[in-house]
């Protein structure tokens, strides 16, 4: 762009870049590229800044479009870049600054133009730009070099063997975000790609023996999280005053240069610059995301996720068998802590979750840690603040809660860990908690915002898989966690009593019904008064009665109205009738989890039980209910046990004293009255073609937070703008 550019604006008419899209050949020898390549402007600090850029870009791309085929000037620049990179590991060590500030700049210009052409054009013609050289119009030589193919290794070399210092950071990020650009095709088609161009190079031919070196530099950048030299640094030495023009330049640009990496997120969704502290390990981030996504090739599997898959811990000595490719040892130590640290982000989640997924390596060192509430609690606060989370985040937060609950060990240790003081955790002060008891009060909030906001039932259906796999690790539950799961099983148990009654007495006007109902508080507290109780009672038995021969006919017509195939002659059941399905699967599920925890570890709960005690009334009235009926055998029973030992000790009792009473009648009650039931087990698995999923969120990862590129949103096909 040369040393006469100063401001974006002025780059549609820079004589340089003129130059380089007009007709005139340049070959790859001439003294234009130092010229061209000795440019400096004020690096873009913002979405608008961004865009000005990118519109300046396709004016110079468009009139490049035309004229390369007959100049080939797009292939002569990307050999000056290829020959300056076989001298950048030389000029690193010594420290020729003015070598690597020309040879950024040089794939700066290709990653600008490559995010145009990518857009503006199929593969196949992309590929041709490629090929074409000085040479007749619209010719081109089908023996020449891969251009394409040999840019692509020789980012992947780039990123992988040039060492890190202030005066490489730049071009290091540069790399990377330049490969994050090569697979952007995928941003411009709604469908997921199953093969392209950039999908065979990096699957096959020179670019796969990289692979392993490639992940394993790109997770130890996220682990570092090494920051950009700061503003102001003297990253080129001041010289004397004979030291040129051209260094003068340089010396004068500097601090602008690296501005660059103090700029938010792109998108709809723009980050602070305290968010990305790290350039270099949010791109590296999002480049193995978008790599480990790849769809597998026709005759082979995705390399880049072999590689995830199967790398093993620095201190395992074990050899890898040799059905094993791409593998290779990274320190699993740090990459915790890095995991750990690192939550707040989309992207770090959705890292956390491919390794606990996938990686039976690095699933059994986490689970094996005696730290774990440092990775658990980040995880928890994601679930807690779920109204300010985008739902993929949560979705993926709750998974990684699924994932480590599928393990006994450690639903057994989360009750060992003891917290003090969880100062994000609103609802109730917290002065000492057990971390699996925090556990509980949080996943049973996030059900609560989801069956009341989003109603998603995915979200609902893993939350209480998560609170199943631990309930008969439940171990000295707080008293407020031991409230919740009973309260919040009442919650839908009267709930569920009051859609029936709106469906079988639909002219009945029971306003103190309805009444009690609207005023449950959104952090489902019950505020119900006795005079609700008296009524549900009343209503209980001819309501279940009416059940035995009417409830699988509503269910019927509950799910023939939510798939719209009630017939002509149906009447459309109301809104409040089509939850009735959802309600009761909820009420199954919580029942279950109390009776796993009263047959496998009642005697670790006494307040559990002092909750349930609490709330007989309520439990009582479903104990003939024919969807309940088998599952509140056990609850019963410990109601009526513990009620009996209540009634002896007399009346006016103080909560120590029932405690007391519960905790000298669980060593009297025979275990073998309590019926057995299959113990509660969920495993996550992916639903068939996952790619259809995690594509689009991790593509939308890129938009919103890859640093320093832009996309017009209108291009965009793979997702909505509105969307996670």
């Known amino acids: 762009m040369g040393s006469n550019s100063s401001r974006i604006g002025d780059l549609p008419k820079n004589e340089y870049l003129k130059k380089l899209s007009g ?10 590229w130092n010229q061209l390549l000795s440019f400096s402007f004020p690096a873009p600090t913002s979405s608008t800044e961004l865009k000005l850029l990118e519109e300046a870009t396709i004016s110079v791309c468009r009139s490049l479009v035309e004229n390369n085929p007959r100049t080939g000037n797009l292939g002569a620049l990307i050999k000056v870049f290829l020959s300056r990179t076989k001298e950048l590991k030389l000029s690193a060590e010594c420290q020729n600054h003015i070598f690597i500030w020309q040879t950024h700049n040089a794939l700066f210009i290709i990653c600008c133009l490559l995010k145009v052409f990518i857009c503006e054009m199929p593969e196949e013609e992309l590929q041709l730009h490629f090929t074409y050289e000085e040479k007749s119009p619209g010719s081109y030589s089908s023996d020449s070099e891969d251009l394409l193919e040999e840019l692509l290794c020789c980012l992947m070399q780039l990123i992988t063997d040039i060492p890190l210092l202030d005066i490489t950071y730049e071009i290091s990020v540069e790399a990377v975000s330049t490969m994050v650009v090569f697979l952007s095709c995928q941003l411009f088609h709604k469908e997921v790609l199953r093969q392209s161009i950039s999908h065979k190079y990096l699957m096959q031919g020179r670019c796969l023996p990289y692979t392993s070196k490639l992940v394993k530099t790109l997770l130890y950048n996220f682990i570092r999280q090494e920051k950009p030299p700061p503003p102001g640094a003297h990253v080129f030495p001041q010289q004397s005053d004979g030291a040129g023009l051209l260094y003068g330049l340089a010396s004068g640009v500097a601090t602008g240069l690296w501005t660059v990496f103090t700029l938010g997120g792109v998108g709809s969704k723009a980050a602070t610059a305290a968010e990305v502290s790290s350039p270099l390990a949010n791109q590296s981030l999002l480049l193995l995301l978008v790599l480990a996504n790849l ?20 201190q395992d000595s074990s050899p890898f068998p040799s059905s094993i490719p791409h593998a290779f040892q990274i320190n699993f130590n740090s990459l915790y802590m890095a995991l750990c640290e690192q939550q707040t982000s989309d992207q770090a989640t959705l890292l956390l979750y491919t390794l606990l997924h996938q990686n039976s390596n690095i699933r059994t060192y986490m689970l094996a840690r005696t730290d774990m509430e440092n990775l658990v609690l980040p995880i928890l606060e994601i679930l807690y603040h779920v109204e300010e989370r985008n739902s993929h985040h949560v979705y993926m937060a709750l998974i990684v809660l699924l994932i480590l609950t599928e393990d006994d060990g450690f639903n057994r240790s989360i009750h060992e860990v003891m917290l003090k003081n969880i100062t994000w955790y609103s609802e109730r002060v917290l002065t000492e908690i057990s971390l699996g008891s925090l556990l509980i009060l949080v996943v049973i909030r996030t059900i609560q915002y989801n069956m009341t906001r989003t109603r998603d039932k995915y979200l609902h259906t893993n939350c209480l898989a998560a609170l199943a796999n631990m309930s008969a690790q439940f171990r000295s539950l707080h008293q407020y966690a031991a409230q919740r799961i009973i309260s919040y099983t009442c919650r839908h148990l009267r709930r569920y009593v009051y859609v029936l009654d709106k469906l079988y007495f639909p002219h009945s006007h029971c306003s103190t019904l309805q009444h009690c109902f609207s005023t449950l508080s959104d952090n489902g507290e019950e505020l119900l008064s006795l005079t609700c109780s008296h009524i549900l009672r009343s209503y209980a038995s001819s309501l279940f009665s009416l059940l035995s021969k009417k409830h699988n006919k509503v269910l019927e017509q509950a799910t023939q109205s939510l798939r719209g195939s009630l017939s002509s002659n149906d009447v459309p059941l109301p809104d409040y009738a089509q939850d009735l399905n959802v309600i009761e699967e909820v009420i199954r599920m919580m029942l279950e989890i109390i009776n796993s925890c009263l047959t496998n570890s009642l005697h670790h709960n006494p307040n559990l039980v002092y909750a349930l005690l609490y709330k007989r009334d309520l439990f009582e009235q479903f104990r003939t209910h024919p969807s309940f009926q088998d599952i509140m055998q056990n609850i019963d029973l410990v109601i009526t046990f513990f009620s009996s030992r ?26 073998d009255r309590l019926k057995k039931f299959p113990e509660l087990k969920f495993k996550y698995v992916e639903e068939e073609q996952p790619e259809e999923f995690f594509i689009p969120y991790v593509w939308s990862l890129v938009y919103n937070s890859a640093v320093g590129l832009y996309w017009n949103p209108q291009d965009i096909q793979l997702f909505t703008m509105d969307s996670d």
């Open 295 to 314: 769809t597998d090739a026709a005759d082979a599997p995705n390399p880049y996720r072999q590689a995830i898959v199967s790398f093993k811990n620095t």
């Open 646 to 671: 209540l009634l002896q000790a007399g009346a006016e009792l103080s909560v120590e004293r029932v405690l007391e009473i519960i905790k000298q009648g669980v060593v009297a009650l025979p275990k």
């Open 23 to 32: 007709t005139e050949s340049v070959s790859e020898n001439d003294p234009f």
